[in-house]
Protein backbone atom coordinates (compact mmCIF):
# COMPACT_ATOMS: atom_id res chain seq x y z
CA UNK A 1 0.00 0.00 0.00
CA UNK A 2 1.38 3.30 -1.17
CA UNK A 3 0.66 6.94 0.52
CA UNK A 4 2.01 8.64 -2.28
CA UNK A 5 0.12 6.51 -5.07
CA UNK A 6 -2.92 6.88 -2.93
CA UNK A 7 -2.94 10.69 -1.94
CA UNK A 8 -1.96 11.43 -5.36
CA UNK A 9 -5.38 9.81 -6.86
CA UNK A 10 -7.32 11.46 -3.91
CA UNK A 11 -5.36 14.43 -4.98
CA UNK A 12 -6.53 14.46 -8.27
CA UNK A 13 -9.77 14.05 -7.43
CA UNK A 14 -10.21 16.36 -5.06
CA UNK A 15 -9.10 19.07 -6.53
CA UNK A 16 -11.19 18.09 -9.21
CA UNK A 17 -14.08 18.47 -7.27
CA UNK A 18 -13.03 21.22 -5.06
CA UNK A 19 -12.31 23.66 -8.24
CA UNK A 20 -15.40 22.89 -9.96
CA UNK A 21 -17.22 23.25 -7.22
CA UNK A 22 -15.41 27.16 -6.46
CA UNK A 23 -15.72 28.14 -10.11
CA UNK A 24 -19.41 27.76 -9.75
CA UNK A 25 -19.17 29.52 -6.23
CA UNK A 26 -17.47 32.41 -7.45
CA UNK A 27 -19.92 32.32 -10.63
CA UNK A 28 -22.61 32.34 -7.91
CA UNK A 29 -21.40 35.25 -6.14
CA UNK A 30 -20.64 37.73 -8.63
CA UNK A 31 -24.19 36.90 -9.99
CA UNK A 32 -26.08 36.81 -7.08
CA UNK A 33 -24.61 39.67 -5.18
CA UNK A 34 -23.69 39.04 -0.76
CA UNK A 35 -27.67 38.91 -0.42
CA UNK A 36 -28.46 36.26 -3.07
CA UNK A 37 -25.13 34.17 -2.21
CA UNK A 38 -26.43 34.49 1.49
CA UNK A 39 -29.68 32.96 0.67
CA UNK A 40 -27.69 30.06 -1.39
CA UNK A 41 -25.20 29.04 1.04
CA UNK A 42 -27.45 29.08 4.04
CA UNK A 43 -29.20 26.48 2.91
CA UNK A 44 -26.14 24.36 1.45
CA UNK A 45 -24.86 24.72 5.03
CA UNK A 46 -27.76 22.89 6.40
CA UNK A 47 -27.86 20.07 3.76
CA UNK A 48 -24.08 19.49 4.35
CA UNK A 49 -24.87 19.64 8.27
CA UNK A 50 -27.64 17.00 7.24
CA UNK A 51 -25.32 14.92 5.12
CA UNK A 52 -22.52 14.87 8.01
CA UNK A 53 -25.12 13.35 10.31
CA UNK A 54 -25.57 10.31 7.42
CA UNK A 55 -22.17 10.02 7.32
CA UNK A 56 -22.03 9.65 11.18
CA UNK A 57 -17.95 9.49 10.95
CA UNK A 58 -17.86 6.19 9.50
CA UNK A 59 -15.96 6.79 6.06
CA UNK A 60 -12.33 7.67 8.21
CA UNK A 61 -13.54 4.06 10.25
CA UNK A 62 -14.05 2.55 7.27
CA UNK A 63 -9.89 2.87 6.12
CA UNK A 64 -9.01 1.50 9.57
CA UNK A 65 -12.07 -1.67 9.97
CA UNK A 66 -10.88 -2.41 6.05
CA UNK A 67 -7.97 -3.41 7.16
CA UNK A 68 -8.70 -5.47 10.39
CA UNK A 69 -11.56 -7.12 8.63
CA UNK A 70 -9.22 -9.53 6.44
CA UNK A 71 -10.85 -12.37 4.86
CA UNK A 72 -14.10 -10.75 5.98
CA UNK A 73 -13.67 -7.64 4.40
CA UNK A 74 -16.89 -8.67 1.74
CA UNK A 75 -19.10 -9.46 4.76
CA UNK A 76 -18.11 -6.23 6.40
CA UNK A 77 -19.08 -4.08 3.54
CA UNK A 78 -21.86 -5.54 3.17
CA UNK A 79 -23.02 -4.64 6.51
CA UNK A 80 -21.32 -1.13 5.78
CA UNK A 81 -23.26 -0.42 3.22
CA UNK A 82 -26.39 -1.36 4.47
CA UNK A 83 -26.24 0.92 7.51
CA UNK A 84 -24.93 3.58 5.43
CA UNK A 85 -27.72 3.61 3.36
CA UNK A 86 -29.90 2.74 6.13
CA UNK A 87 -29.30 5.69 7.81
CA UNK A 88 -29.14 8.39 4.84
CA UNK A 89 -32.65 7.05 4.57
CA UNK A 90 -33.52 8.09 8.18
CA UNK A 91 -32.06 11.25 8.26
CA UNK A 92 -33.67 12.22 5.06
CA UNK A 93 -36.63 11.87 6.01
CA UNK A 94 -36.08 13.37 9.08
CA UNK A 95 -34.75 16.03 6.99
CA UNK A 96 -38.05 16.35 5.13
CA UNK A 97 -40.52 16.11 8.42
CA UNK A 98 -38.74 19.43 9.80
CA UNK A 99 -38.50 21.32 6.66
CA UNK A 100 -42.33 20.44 6.30
CA UNK A 101 -42.73 21.59 10.10
CA UNK A 102 -40.95 24.50 10.26
CA UNK A 103 -39.50 26.15 7.55
CA UNK A 104 -40.82 29.22 5.62
CA UNK A 105 -42.43 28.28 2.22
CA UNK A 106 -40.57 30.12 -0.33
CA UNK A 107 -37.63 27.85 1.07
CA UNK A 108 -39.69 24.29 1.02
CA UNK A 109 -39.17 22.73 -2.09
CA UNK A 110 -35.26 23.32 -2.08
CA UNK A 111 -35.36 21.68 1.17
CA UNK A 112 -37.33 18.73 0.46
CA UNK A 113 -35.98 18.18 -3.13
CA UNK A 114 -32.35 17.77 -0.66
CA UNK A 115 -34.22 15.72 1.36
CA UNK A 116 -35.10 13.21 -1.42
CA UNK A 117 -31.30 13.27 -2.65
CA UNK A 118 -29.62 13.22 0.64
CA UNK A 119 -28.92 9.45 0.63
CA UNK A 120 -26.98 9.53 -2.41
CA UNK A 121 -25.38 12.02 -1.64
CA UNK A 122 -24.48 10.22 2.40
CA UNK A 123 -22.69 7.67 -0.04
CA UNK A 124 -19.50 9.03 -0.96
CA UNK A 125 -17.28 6.35 1.21
CA UNK A 126 -15.60 4.82 -1.72
CA UNK A 127 -12.14 6.22 -1.45
CA UNK A 128 -11.17 4.06 1.26
CA UNK A 129 -12.41 0.74 -0.42
CA UNK A 130 -10.84 1.71 -3.87
CA UNK A 131 -7.51 2.33 -1.99
CA UNK A 132 -7.81 -0.79 -0.01
CA UNK A 133 -8.72 -2.48 -3.02
CA UNK A 134 -5.24 -1.29 -5.15
CA UNK A 135 -7.67 1.21 -7.36
CA UNK A 136 -7.19 4.38 -5.80
CA UNK A 137 -7.41 6.17 -9.60
CA UNK A 138 -10.74 5.16 -9.65
CA UNK A 139 -11.57 8.12 -7.00
CA UNK A 140 -9.87 10.32 -9.94
CA UNK A 141 -12.61 9.39 -12.74
CA UNK A 142 -15.77 9.49 -10.21
CA UNK A 143 -14.74 12.94 -9.73
CA UNK A 144 -15.40 13.69 -13.52
CA UNK A 145 -19.08 13.23 -12.95
CA UNK A 146 -19.14 15.90 -11.00
CA UNK A 147 -17.14 18.18 -12.83
CA UNK A 148 -19.80 17.82 -15.43
CA UNK A 149 -22.91 17.53 -13.44
CA UNK A 150 -22.11 20.70 -11.14
CA UNK A 151 -22.10 23.33 -13.81
CA UNK A 152 -24.80 21.97 -15.86
CA UNK A 153 -26.88 21.95 -13.56
CA UNK A 154 -26.18 25.11 -11.97
CA UNK A 155 -26.68 27.04 -15.56
CA UNK A 156 -29.74 25.03 -15.85
CA UNK A 157 -31.01 26.33 -12.21
CA UNK A 158 -29.80 29.88 -13.18
CA UNK A 159 -31.52 30.20 -16.95
CA UNK A 160 -35.35 28.68 -16.26
CA UNK A 161 -35.46 29.84 -12.54
CA UNK A 162 -37.09 32.92 -10.88
CA UNK A 163 -35.88 32.33 -8.35
CA UNK A 164 -31.92 31.45 -8.95
CA UNK A 165 -30.04 31.48 -5.18
CA UNK A 166 -32.91 28.15 -4.00
CA UNK A 167 -32.80 26.70 -7.57
CA UNK A 168 -28.74 26.72 -7.49
CA UNK A 169 -29.27 24.45 -3.63
CA UNK A 170 -30.86 21.84 -5.97
CA UNK A 171 -28.76 21.77 -8.70
CA UNK A 172 -25.68 21.56 -5.61
CA UNK A 173 -27.65 18.61 -4.13
CA UNK A 174 -28.49 16.85 -7.67
CA UNK A 175 -24.50 17.19 -8.88
CA UNK A 176 -23.50 15.47 -5.18
CA UNK A 177 -25.98 12.57 -5.93
CA UNK A 178 -24.90 11.83 -8.99
CA UNK A 179 -20.73 11.59 -7.73
CA UNK A 180 -21.88 9.51 -4.93
CA UNK A 181 -24.66 7.45 -6.63
CA UNK A 182 -21.40 6.77 -9.11
CA UNK A 183 -18.79 6.13 -6.46
CA UNK A 184 -21.89 3.19 -4.66
CA UNK A 185 -21.81 1.53 -8.19
CA UNK A 186 -18.21 1.13 -8.46
CA UNK A 187 -17.89 -0.04 -4.13
CA UNK A 188 -21.18 -2.79 -5.24
CA UNK A 189 -18.88 -3.91 -8.47
CA UNK A 190 -15.42 -4.06 -7.12
CA UNK A 191 -16.03 -4.42 -3.72
CA UNK A 192 -18.37 -7.41 -4.28
CA UNK A 193 -19.82 -6.98 -0.88
CA UNK A 194 -21.90 -10.30 0.44
CA UNK A 195 -25.46 -8.88 1.44
CA UNK A 196 -26.27 -12.76 2.27
CA UNK A 197 -24.36 -11.74 5.76
CA UNK A 198 -26.02 -8.52 6.62
CA UNK A 199 -27.58 -9.26 10.07
CA UNK A 200 -28.96 -6.69 12.55
CA UNK A 201 -26.26 -7.29 14.89
CA UNK A 202 -23.49 -7.00 12.37
CA UNK A 203 -25.29 -3.55 11.34
CA UNK A 204 -25.15 -2.95 14.92
CA UNK A 205 -21.29 -3.86 15.60
CA UNK A 206 -20.84 -0.96 12.30
CA UNK A 207 -22.91 1.73 14.18
CA UNK A 208 -20.54 0.79 17.73
CA UNK A 209 -17.24 0.74 16.25
CA UNK A 210 -18.62 4.41 14.13
CA UNK A 211 -20.46 5.76 17.53
CA UNK A 212 -17.39 7.85 19.22
CA UNK A 213 -16.08 9.02 15.91
CA UNK A 214 -19.54 9.66 14.30
CA UNK A 215 -21.30 11.39 17.33
CA UNK A 216 -18.07 13.60 17.41
CA UNK A 217 -18.32 14.20 13.71
CA UNK A 218 -21.75 15.12 13.62
CA UNK A 219 -20.97 17.51 16.39
CA UNK A 220 -17.69 18.75 14.44
CA UNK A 221 -19.22 19.63 11.83
CA UNK A 222 -22.66 21.58 13.48
CA UNK A 223 -19.93 22.90 15.31
CA UNK A 224 -18.25 24.30 12.14
CA UNK A 225 -21.63 25.56 10.24
CA UNK A 226 -23.17 26.89 13.18
CA UNK A 227 -21.64 30.11 12.65
CA UNK A 228 -23.16 30.53 9.20
CA UNK A 229 -26.73 29.40 10.92
CA UNK A 230 -26.37 31.76 13.35
CA UNK A 231 -25.09 34.55 11.53
CA UNK A 232 -28.48 34.09 9.06
CA UNK A 233 -30.56 33.97 12.28
CA UNK A 234 -28.76 37.15 14.42
CA UNK A 235 -28.02 39.32 11.50
CA UNK A 236 -28.44 39.17 7.57
CA UNK A 237 -28.36 37.42 4.49
CA UNK A 238 -25.72 39.87 3.43
CA UNK A 239 -23.55 38.82 6.05
CA UNK A 240 -24.14 34.98 5.25
CA UNK A 241 -22.84 36.14 2.00
CA UNK A 242 -19.70 38.03 2.82
CA UNK A 243 -18.65 35.35 5.49
CA UNK A 244 -19.04 32.80 3.00
CA UNK A 245 -17.06 34.49 0.38
CA UNK A 246 -13.95 34.18 3.55
CA UNK A 247 -15.22 30.53 4.43
CA UNK A 248 -14.78 29.14 0.71
CA UNK A 249 -10.79 28.92 1.22
CA UNK A 250 -11.78 27.40 4.41
CA UNK A 251 -13.42 24.61 3.01
CA UNK A 252 -10.89 24.76 0.06
CA UNK A 253 -7.99 24.32 3.36
CA UNK A 254 -10.15 21.56 4.93
CA UNK A 255 -10.39 19.09 0.89
CA UNK A 256 -6.72 19.02 1.33
CA UNK A 257 -6.28 18.31 4.51
CA UNK A 258 -9.03 15.71 4.05
CA UNK A 259 -7.09 14.37 1.28
CA UNK A 260 -3.68 14.03 2.61
CA UNK A 261 -5.43 12.39 6.13
CA UNK A 262 -7.76 9.96 4.52
CA UNK A 263 -5.10 7.33 3.15
CA UNK A 264 -2.91 8.09 5.98
CA UNK A 265 -5.64 5.94 8.31
CA UNK A 266 -4.64 2.74 6.74
CA UNK A 267 -0.77 3.26 6.52
CA UNK A 268 -0.92 4.26 10.71
CA UNK A 269 -3.42 1.43 11.61
CA UNK A 270 -0.71 -0.80 9.82
CA UNK A 271 2.31 0.55 11.41
CA UNK A 272 -0.41 0.66 14.96
CA UNK A 273 -0.10 -3.20 14.72
CA UNK A 274 2.92 -3.82 13.36
CA UNK A 275 5.46 -1.43 14.24
CA UNK A 276 4.82 1.38 16.81
CA UNK A 277 8.38 2.80 16.40
CA UNK A 278 7.84 4.05 12.20
CA UNK A 279 4.30 4.88 13.61
CA UNK A 280 5.64 7.58 15.84
CA UNK A 281 8.06 8.55 13.18
CA UNK A 282 5.61 8.95 10.36
CA UNK A 283 3.37 10.92 12.82
CA UNK A 284 6.12 13.56 13.70
CA UNK A 285 7.27 13.92 9.71
CA UNK A 286 3.56 14.52 8.53
CA UNK A 287 2.85 16.86 11.84
CA UNK A 288 6.02 18.70 10.84
CA UNK A 289 5.16 19.20 7.51
CA UNK A 290 1.39 20.04 7.88
CA UNK A 291 2.47 22.40 10.84
CA UNK A 292 5.02 24.37 9.01
CA UNK A 293 2.78 24.72 5.91
CA UNK A 294 0.22 25.81 7.64
CA UNK A 295 2.03 28.69 9.32
CA UNK A 296 3.54 30.09 6.94
CA UNK A 297 -0.09 30.47 4.84
CA UNK A 298 -1.10 31.47 8.21
CA UNK A 299 1.52 34.15 8.44
CA UNK A 300 1.03 35.24 4.33
CA UNK A 301 -2.94 35.71 4.38
CA UNK A 302 -2.66 39.22 5.66
CA UNK A 303 -0.70 40.75 3.09
CA UNK A 304 -2.60 38.87 0.17
CA UNK A 305 -5.80 38.54 1.41
CA UNK A 306 -7.90 41.80 0.32
CA UNK A 307 -6.52 41.41 -3.57
CA UNK A 308 -7.60 37.99 -3.08
CA UNK A 309 -11.18 38.58 -2.35
CA UNK A 310 -10.83 42.02 -4.23
CA UNK A 311 -9.67 39.75 -7.68
CA UNK A 312 -12.20 36.78 -7.24
CA UNK A 313 -15.18 38.30 -5.53
CA UNK A 314 -15.40 42.06 -6.51
CA UNK A 315 -15.32 44.98 -3.75
CA UNK A 316 -18.57 44.23 -2.74
CA UNK A 317 -16.90 41.24 -0.86
CA UNK A 318 -13.97 43.48 0.34
CA UNK A 319 -15.27 42.77 4.45
CA UNK A 320 -14.57 39.25 3.90
CA UNK A 321 -10.93 39.81 4.06
CA UNK A 322 -10.05 40.26 7.84
CA UNK A 323 -12.24 37.06 7.97
CA UNK A 324 -10.20 35.27 6.43
CA UNK A 325 -7.25 36.42 7.99
CA UNK A 326 -8.64 34.71 11.28
CA UNK A 327 -9.97 31.42 9.54
CA UNK A 328 -6.56 30.47 8.02
CA UNK A 329 -5.62 30.01 11.88
CA UNK A 330 -8.74 27.57 12.53
CA UNK A 331 -7.69 25.88 9.12
CA UNK A 332 -4.04 25.06 10.77
CA UNK A 333 -5.24 23.96 14.52
CA UNK A 334 -8.41 21.98 12.93
CA UNK A 335 -5.65 19.89 10.50
CA UNK A 336 -3.60 19.39 13.42
CA UNK A 337 -6.73 17.50 15.49
CA UNK A 338 -7.52 15.86 12.93
CA UNK A 339 -4.06 14.05 12.16
CA UNK A 340 -3.75 13.30 15.99
CA UNK A 341 -7.06 12.04 16.12
CA UNK A 342 -6.45 9.73 12.36
CA UNK A 343 -3.84 8.40 14.47
CA UNK A 344 -5.32 8.24 17.95
CA UNK A 345 -7.86 6.02 16.62
CA UNK A 346 -5.59 3.01 15.46
CA UNK A 347 -3.65 3.00 18.58
CA UNK A 348 -6.56 2.87 21.59
CA UNK A 349 -9.85 4.76 22.38
CA UNK A 350 -11.06 7.47 20.89
CA UNK A 351 -14.31 7.99 23.23
CA UNK A 352 -12.69 11.28 24.11
CA UNK A 353 -13.96 12.97 21.03
CA UNK A 354 -17.33 13.36 21.33
CA UNK A 355 -16.87 14.46 24.78
CA UNK A 356 -14.04 17.07 23.37
CA UNK A 357 -16.87 18.08 20.05
CA UNK A 358 -19.60 18.45 22.75
CA UNK A 359 -17.19 21.20 25.18
CA UNK A 360 -16.59 23.05 21.08
CA UNK A 361 -20.33 22.92 20.38
CA UNK A 362 -21.39 24.67 23.71
CA UNK A 363 -18.50 26.81 23.70
CA UNK A 364 -19.25 27.79 20.12
CA UNK A 365 -23.06 28.87 20.85
CA UNK A 366 -22.08 31.21 23.60
CA UNK A 367 -19.25 33.02 21.62
CA UNK A 368 -21.50 33.33 18.50
CA UNK A 369 -24.21 34.92 21.16
CA UNK A 370 -21.83 37.04 22.37
CA UNK A 371 -19.80 38.31 19.13
CA UNK A 372 -21.84 37.97 16.55
CA UNK A 373 -24.36 40.79 17.60
CA UNK A 374 -21.62 43.21 18.66
CA UNK A 375 -19.00 42.11 15.97
CA UNK A 376 -20.91 40.87 12.62
CA UNK A 377 -19.18 38.53 10.72
CA UNK A 378 -15.59 39.20 13.01
CA UNK A 379 -17.67 37.90 15.88
CA UNK A 380 -18.29 34.60 14.10
CA UNK A 381 -14.78 33.78 12.77
CA UNK A 382 -13.25 35.18 16.07
CA UNK A 383 -15.97 32.20 17.97
CA UNK A 384 -14.65 29.83 15.21
CA UNK A 385 -11.34 30.00 15.71
CA UNK A 386 -11.48 30.16 19.67
CA UNK A 387 -13.85 27.24 20.01
CA UNK A 388 -11.27 25.10 18.62
CA UNK A 389 -9.11 25.96 22.06
CA UNK A 390 -10.97 23.07 23.91
CA UNK A 391 -10.69 20.32 21.74
CA UNK A 392 -7.21 20.88 20.94
CA UNK A 393 -6.41 20.35 24.77
CA UNK A 394 -8.67 17.32 24.76
CA UNK A 395 -6.84 15.84 22.10
CA UNK A 396 -3.10 16.35 23.41
CA UNK A 397 -4.11 15.36 26.67
CA UNK A 398 -5.35 12.28 24.52
CA UNK A 399 -2.13 12.29 22.69
CA UNK A 400 0.14 12.15 25.91
CA UNK A 401 -1.63 9.07 27.36
CA UNK A 402 -1.51 7.37 23.90
CA UNK A 403 2.22 8.07 23.78
CA UNK A 404 3.69 9.74 26.33
CA UNK A 405 7.16 11.48 25.32
CA UNK A 406 6.21 11.72 22.15
CA UNK A 407 4.85 15.35 21.72
CA UNK A 408 8.35 16.65 20.09
CA UNK A 409 8.07 19.56 21.99
CA UNK A 410 11.61 21.02 21.06
CA UNK A 411 10.63 21.73 17.42
CA UNK A 412 7.80 23.36 18.32
CA UNK A 413 9.73 25.81 20.32
CA UNK A 414 11.76 26.42 17.56
CA UNK A 415 8.63 26.80 15.12
CA UNK A 416 7.19 29.25 17.44
CA UNK A 417 10.23 31.52 17.44
CA UNK A 418 10.02 31.35 13.42
CA UNK A 419 6.66 32.45 14.02
CA UNK A 420 7.43 35.20 15.89
CA UNK A 421 10.16 36.43 13.34
CA UNK A 422 7.54 36.44 10.40
CA UNK A 423 4.88 38.31 12.61
CA UNK A 424 7.92 41.32 12.99
CA UNK A 425 8.38 41.45 9.59
CA UNK A 426 4.79 41.32 8.37
CA UNK A 427 4.03 44.47 10.48
CA UNK A 428 7.03 46.08 9.73
CA UNK A 429 7.66 45.06 6.15
CA UNK A 430 6.53 48.00 3.80
CA UNK A 431 5.59 47.70 -0.08
CA UNK A 432 2.94 46.50 -1.96
CA UNK A 433 1.14 42.71 -1.08
CA UNK A 434 3.77 40.38 -2.87
CA UNK A 435 6.77 42.05 -1.25
CA UNK A 436 5.29 42.07 2.05
CA UNK A 437 4.13 38.20 1.52
CA UNK A 438 7.98 37.45 -0.07
CA UNK A 439 9.63 39.11 3.05
CA UNK A 440 7.57 37.41 5.58
CA UNK A 441 8.12 33.92 3.68
CA UNK A 442 11.64 34.08 3.58
CA UNK A 443 11.84 35.19 7.37
CA UNK A 444 10.03 32.27 8.42
CA UNK A 445 11.56 29.72 6.32
CA UNK A 446 14.81 31.07 6.88
CA UNK A 447 14.56 30.85 10.47
CA UNK A 448 13.67 27.26 10.35
CA UNK A 449 16.72 26.51 8.16
CA UNK A 450 19.00 28.29 10.72
CA UNK A 451 17.78 26.22 13.00
CA UNK A 452 17.94 23.07 11.32
CA UNK A 453 14.01 22.55 11.61
CA UNK A 454 12.83 23.10 8.33
CA UNK A 455 10.78 19.37 8.08
CA UNK A 456 11.85 16.77 5.63
CA UNK A 457 9.87 15.08 3.02
CA UNK A 458 7.59 12.76 5.03
CA UNK A 459 6.89 10.45 2.20
CA UNK A 460 9.39 8.50 3.02
CA UNK A 461 8.10 7.58 6.49
CA UNK A 462 4.63 6.27 5.23
CA UNK A 463 5.73 3.46 2.38
CA UNK A 464 4.76 -0.27 3.91
CA UNK A 465 7.32 -2.42 3.09
Not at 18 to 45: D, K, Q
Request: proline fraction near 5%; hydrophobic fraction near 60%; include cysteine.
Amino acid sequence: MSYGRSVSAQAVARILYVATGTVVFIGLARLLGPEGLGRYAFIVNLFNIAVSAADLGTTGILSRDLVASGSAQRQFVGNFIMFRLGLGCTIGVVSALLAVAVAPTEVLPPLLVCSLLLPLNAARFFDPVVQYLGRPWISAWLALTYVLALPLSTALALVVSNDPPYWAVIAYAAAGAAYAGGGLVVVLRLGNPDFGAVTISAIWQVAKSAAPLGVAGLLGIVTLRLDLVLLGVLGTSDMVGEYNAAFRFFDLGVAVIVTLLTPLVSIFAHFAVYDRHRLVEALRAAMRAMATGGLLAALLTPSLSRSVIMLLYGADYLAAAPVLDILVWKLLTGAINLLLVSMLMTVGSIRFVWISALCCLVFNIVLNLVLIPRFGILGAAVAALLTDVPQTVITLIAFRKALPGELDAAWWGRIALAVCVGAVVLQLCPGPPAVRASGVATAFLGTLWLMGALPRNPLSTLQIR
